[in-house]
Protein backbone atom coordinates (compact mmCIF):
# COMPACT_ATOMS: atom_id res chain seq x y z
CA UNK A 1 0.00 0.00 0.00
CA UNK A 2 1.27 3.39 -1.38
CA UNK A 3 2.11 5.96 2.36
CA UNK A 4 0.95 8.48 -0.50
CA UNK A 5 -2.07 7.02 -0.94
CA UNK A 6 -3.02 6.77 2.28
CA UNK A 7 -2.09 10.14 3.68
CA UNK A 8 -4.56 11.64 1.08
CA UNK A 9 -7.45 8.90 1.96
CA UNK A 10 -6.57 9.93 5.33
CA UNK A 11 -7.48 13.75 4.47
CA UNK A 12 -10.10 12.91 2.51
CA UNK A 13 -11.73 10.74 5.33
CA UNK A 14 -11.88 13.37 7.65
CA UNK A 15 -13.01 16.37 5.32
CA UNK A 16 -15.72 14.15 4.22
CA UNK A 17 -17.10 13.32 7.86
CA UNK A 18 -16.44 17.26 8.78
CA UNK A 19 -18.50 18.41 5.11
CA UNK A 20 -21.65 15.88 6.34
CA UNK A 21 -21.43 17.57 9.60
CA UNK A 22 -21.59 20.70 8.11
CA UNK A 23 -24.43 20.26 5.28
CA UNK A 24 -26.33 18.45 8.81
CA UNK A 25 -26.01 21.92 10.37
CA UNK A 26 -26.58 24.03 7.60
CA UNK A 27 -29.71 22.67 6.75
CA UNK A 28 -31.42 23.35 10.00
CA UNK A 29 -29.68 27.54 9.78
CA UNK A 30 -32.70 30.05 9.25
CA UNK A 31 -29.85 32.97 9.42
CA UNK A 32 -29.33 34.15 5.76
CA UNK A 33 -25.81 35.58 6.69
CA UNK A 34 -25.07 32.37 9.12
CA UNK A 35 -26.23 30.23 6.27
CA UNK A 36 -24.20 31.77 3.57
CA UNK A 37 -21.24 31.41 5.52
CA UNK A 38 -21.82 27.89 5.80
CA UNK A 39 -22.17 27.23 1.96
CA UNK A 40 -19.41 28.81 1.39
CA UNK A 41 -17.20 26.94 3.76
CA UNK A 42 -18.99 23.73 2.22
CA UNK A 43 -18.38 24.76 -0.83
CA UNK A 44 -14.40 25.23 -0.31
CA UNK A 45 -14.73 21.87 1.36
CA UNK A 46 -16.16 20.49 -1.82
CA UNK A 47 -13.26 21.41 -3.95
CA UNK A 48 -10.59 20.48 -2.05
CA UNK A 49 -12.07 17.26 -1.73
CA UNK A 50 -11.97 17.34 -5.19
CA UNK A 51 -8.35 17.69 -5.57
CA UNK A 52 -7.40 15.25 -3.04
CA UNK A 53 -10.04 12.70 -5.37
CA UNK A 54 -7.58 13.33 -8.63
CA UNK A 55 -4.41 13.16 -6.21
CA UNK A 56 -5.41 9.57 -5.04
CA UNK A 57 -6.13 8.55 -8.54
CA UNK A 58 -3.07 9.76 -10.04
CA UNK A 59 -1.21 7.96 -7.46
CA UNK A 60 -3.37 4.91 -7.33
CA UNK A 61 -2.23 4.81 -11.23
CA UNK A 62 0.62 4.84 -10.66
CA UNK A 63 1.45 1.63 -9.09
CA UNK A 64 2.01 -1.42 -9.84
CA UNK A 65 -1.17 -3.56 -11.40
CA UNK A 66 -2.34 -5.28 -8.37
CA UNK A 67 -2.34 -2.52 -5.97
CA UNK A 68 -3.63 -0.11 -8.42
CA UNK A 69 -6.79 -2.25 -8.53
CA UNK A 70 -7.46 -1.70 -5.61
CA UNK A 71 -6.88 1.27 -4.87
CA UNK A 72 -8.84 2.48 -7.94
CA UNK A 73 -11.90 0.14 -6.71
CA UNK A 74 -11.77 2.06 -3.40
CA UNK A 75 -11.80 5.36 -5.44
CA UNK A 76 -14.69 4.84 -6.78
CA UNK A 77 -17.04 4.50 -3.67
CA UNK A 78 -15.03 8.15 -2.44
CA UNK A 79 -16.13 9.33 -5.76
CA UNK A 80 -19.72 7.82 -5.05
CA UNK A 81 -19.32 9.41 -1.44
CA UNK A 82 -18.04 12.66 -2.91
CA UNK A 83 -21.38 13.01 -5.44
CA UNK A 84 -23.59 12.20 -2.92
CA UNK A 85 -22.02 15.33 -0.45
CA UNK A 86 -22.48 17.65 -3.65
CA UNK A 87 -26.03 16.47 -4.30
CA UNK A 88 -27.00 17.12 -0.43
CA UNK A 89 -25.08 20.57 -0.77
CA UNK A 90 -27.03 21.67 -3.92
CA UNK A 91 -30.54 20.27 -2.00
CA UNK A 92 -29.84 22.61 0.94
CA UNK A 93 -28.80 25.43 -1.06
CA UNK A 94 -31.57 25.46 -3.08
CA UNK A 95 -33.32 28.69 -3.26
CA UNK A 96 -36.19 26.60 -1.83
CA UNK A 97 -34.15 25.28 0.88
CA UNK A 98 -35.09 27.90 3.59
CA UNK A 99 -38.51 27.41 3.67
CA UNK A 100 -38.24 23.88 3.38
CA UNK A 101 -35.90 23.75 6.35
CA UNK A 102 -38.44 25.79 8.54
CA UNK A 103 -41.14 23.45 7.36
CA UNK A 104 -39.36 20.96 8.10
CA UNK A 105 -38.47 22.22 11.65
CA UNK A 106 -42.37 23.01 12.32
CA UNK A 107 -43.40 19.45 11.06
CA UNK A 108 -40.83 17.36 13.45
CA UNK A 109 -40.07 20.10 16.56
CA UNK A 110 -37.36 21.21 17.81
CA UNK A 111 -36.33 17.89 19.81
CA UNK A 112 -35.52 16.76 16.93
CA UNK A 113 -33.68 19.74 15.35
CA UNK A 114 -30.63 18.30 15.41
CA UNK A 115 -31.60 14.54 13.81
CA UNK A 116 -29.99 13.57 10.66
CA UNK A 117 -31.25 11.47 8.01
CA UNK A 118 -30.43 7.22 7.65
CA UNK A 119 -28.30 7.91 5.01
CA UNK A 120 -26.42 11.18 6.30
CA UNK A 121 -25.45 8.44 9.25
CA UNK A 122 -24.23 5.98 6.93
CA UNK A 123 -22.37 8.35 4.97
CA UNK A 124 -21.04 9.27 7.91
CA UNK A 125 -20.32 5.85 9.73
CA UNK A 126 -18.59 4.72 6.35
CA UNK A 127 -16.55 7.86 6.35
CA UNK A 128 -15.24 7.03 10.51
CA UNK A 129 -14.59 3.50 9.75
CA UNK A 130 -12.88 4.50 6.58
CA UNK A 131 -10.79 6.98 9.04
CA UNK A 132 -10.48 4.39 11.52
CA UNK A 133 -8.91 1.87 9.04
CA UNK A 134 -6.49 4.06 7.83
CA UNK A 135 -5.44 5.06 11.07
CA UNK A 136 -4.95 1.27 11.23
CA UNK A 137 -3.45 0.89 8.38
CA UNK A 138 -0.92 3.81 9.32
CA UNK A 139 -0.24 2.11 12.54
CA UNK A 140 1.02 -0.89 11.11
CA UNK A 141 3.16 0.50 8.59
CA UNK A 142 5.03 2.30 11.67
CA UNK A 143 4.96 -1.01 13.64
CA UNK A 144 7.04 -2.30 10.31
CA UNK A 145 9.51 0.87 10.26
CA UNK A 146 10.02 0.36 13.85
CA UNK A 147 11.03 -3.34 13.13
CA UNK A 148 13.02 -2.68 10.03
CA UNK A 149 14.96 -0.06 12.37
CA UNK A 150 16.08 -2.43 14.93
CA UNK A 151 17.12 -4.80 12.16
CA UNK A 152 18.84 -2.62 11.07
CA UNK A 153 20.68 -1.83 14.36
CA UNK A 154 21.44 -5.31 14.74
CA UNK A 155 22.87 -5.86 11.53
CA UNK A 156 24.65 -2.86 12.22
CA UNK A 157 26.60 -4.27 15.80
CA UNK A 158 26.96 -8.07 14.35
CA UNK A 159 28.93 -6.22 11.26
CA UNK A 160 30.88 -3.97 13.69
CA UNK A 161 31.57 -6.66 16.13
CA UNK A 162 33.25 -8.65 12.57
CA UNK A 163 35.10 -5.50 12.16
CA UNK A 164 36.66 -5.65 15.18
CA UNK A 165 37.17 -9.57 14.80
CA UNK A 166 39.13 -8.71 11.44
CA UNK A 167 40.86 -6.53 13.04
CA UNK A 168 42.23 -8.24 15.78
CA UNK A 169 43.26 -11.22 13.19
CA UNK A 170 44.77 -8.32 11.24
CA UNK A 171 47.04 -7.21 14.51
CA UNK A 172 47.65 -10.73 15.27
CA UNK A 173 49.05 -11.58 11.74
CA UNK A 174 50.87 -8.62 11.62
CA UNK A 175 52.46 -9.61 14.74
CA UNK A 176 53.52 -13.23 12.97
CA UNK A 177 54.90 -11.62 10.26
CA UNK A 178 57.16 -9.40 12.56
CA UNK A 179 58.04 -12.43 14.52
CA UNK A 180 59.32 -13.98 11.20
CA UNK A 181 60.91 -11.23 9.98
CA UNK A 182 63.08 -11.20 13.18
CA UNK A 183 63.66 -15.27 13.12
CA UNK A 184 64.86 -14.73 9.77
CA UNK A 185 67.32 -11.89 10.88
CA UNK A 186 68.13 -13.88 13.26
CA UNK A 187 69.23 -17.26 10.97
CA UNK A 188 70.95 -15.05 8.68
CA UNK A 189 73.21 -13.79 11.07
CA UNK A 190 73.70 -17.14 12.39
CA UNK A 191 74.56 -18.07 8.73
CA UNK A 192 76.70 -15.61 7.93
CA UNK A 193 78.84 -16.62 11.39
CA UNK A 194 78.94 -20.83 10.49
CA UNK A 195 80.36 -19.23 7.33
CA UNK A 196 82.91 -17.28 8.89
CA UNK A 197 83.61 -20.20 11.67
CA UNK A 198 84.33 -22.67 8.30
CA UNK A 199 86.72 -20.50 6.74
CA UNK A 200 88.49 -19.74 10.13
CA UNK A 201 88.55 -23.31 10.57
CA UNK A 202 89.53 -23.85 6.87
CA UNK A 203 92.38 -21.42 7.39
CA UNK A 204 93.95 -23.19 10.23
CA UNK A 205 93.91 -26.35 9.01
CA UNK A 206 95.96 -25.19 5.67
CA UNK A 207 98.28 -23.01 8.21
CA UNK A 208 98.78 -26.36 9.73
CA UNK A 209 99.27 -28.48 7.21
CA UNK A 210 101.73 -25.82 5.58
CA UNK A 211 103.54 -25.44 8.87
CA UNK A 212 103.79 -29.41 8.99
CA UNK A 213 105.20 -29.66 4.77
CA UNK A 214 107.86 -26.97 6.09
CA UNK A 215 109.09 -28.94 9.11
CA UNK A 216 109.65 -32.38 7.13
CA UNK A 217 111.14 -30.33 4.17
CA UNK A 218 113.47 -28.99 6.68
CA UNK A 219 114.32 -32.18 8.19
CA UNK A 220 114.76 -33.88 4.99
CA UNK A 221 116.98 -31.61 3.78
CA UNK A 222 119.26 -31.95 6.71
CA UNK A 223 119.65 -35.33 6.14
Not at 146 to 154: K, Y
Request: net charge positive; with cysteine.
Amino acid sequence: MSEVFEGYERQYCELSANLSRKCNSASLILDAEQKKQKFSEINSGIDEADVLIRKMDLEARSLQPGIKATLLAKLREYKSDLNKLKREFKRISSPNANQAAHDELLESGMADAHAVSAEQRERLSMSVERLNQSSDRIKESRRTILETEELGVSILEDLHQQRQTLLHAHNKLYDVDNAIDKSKKVLTTMSRRITKNKWIVVSIIIALVLAIVLILYYKISRH
